[in-house]
């Protein structure tokens, strides 16, 4: 059971769920200033979870 595996799947799934409660959001905004910083915020953690995540498990061996 690799654990740094574990974390990098945990964190893709913590970004793609950025993403899509970012892009909730974006359908659902009305156009102010609050609802802009928080596309931008969940936004942006939302890609960087993602990227992190997936070059986690990406560069993790397999070792049995």
């Not at 892009?23 to 993602?50: E, K, P, Q, T």
């Amino acid at each position: 059971m690799n654990l740094k595996r574990i974390f990098g799947a945990l964190l893709t799934a913590l970004g793609i769920g950025g993403l899509i409660y970012t892009a909730v959001l974006f359908v659902n905004s009305s156009d102010s200033n609050y609802s802009i910083r928080n596309l931008v915020v969940f936004g942006v953690l939302g890609i960087v979870f993602f990227i992190a995540g997936i070059s986690l498990v990406r560069t993790t061996k397999d070792e049995s």
